[in-house]
Nanobody
C-alpha cells in the first residue's frame, strides 16, 4: 500500500491550498481516508475524514474552511484548505486504516506566513 501526498507549499494568511493523496495497492473505495497534521513537538492531529460512503467530519478548528473529498475512480482524496491561518502551518499526512494496519503518506508541508 502506498499513499502519495502532494500539494503543500507556502501561502499567505487568507490564502488557499489543495492537498492531494493518491493511493495504490488497496481497494480504495471501501476505506475511510483521513488527513492528519503535525507540528514539531506535538501529536499528530486528525483534521478531516471522509468515509467510504462520502460522509465527512472535521476537527472544530477547520470547520467551514477545509473540505475533504474523494474520487474513487482516481483512487485519490483531497483536502481543500481555504482562509488559511498561521496556526494551520504543519506537515499534513493522508492516512488509511486497512487490513488492520495504519498506512501513512509521506507528508506534505504547509506553511502559512506573510
Amino acid at each position: 500500500v502506498q499513499l502519495q501526498a502532494s500539494g503543500g507549499g507556502l501561502v499567505q494568511p487568507g490564502g488557499s491550498l489543495r492537498l492531494s493523496c493518491k493511493a495504490s495497492g488497496i481497494n480504495f473505495s471501501i476505506y475511510a481516508i483521513d488527513w492528519y497534521r503535525q507540528t514539531p513537538g506535538e501529536q499528530r492531529e486528525l483534521v478531516a475524514r471522509v468515509t467510504s460512503g462520502g460522509l465527512t467530519n472535521y476537527t472544530d478548528s477547520v470547520k467551514g474552511r477545509f473540505t475533504i473529498s474523494r474520487d474513487n475512480a482516481r483512487r485519490s482524496a483531497y483536502l481543500q484548505m481555504n482562509s488559511l491561518k498561521p496556526e494551520d502551518t504543519a506537515v499534513y499526512y493522508c492516512h488509511v486504516y486497512a487490513r488492520s494496519y495504519d498506512f501513512w503518506g509521506q507528508g506534505t508541508h504547509v506553511t502559512v506566513s506573510s
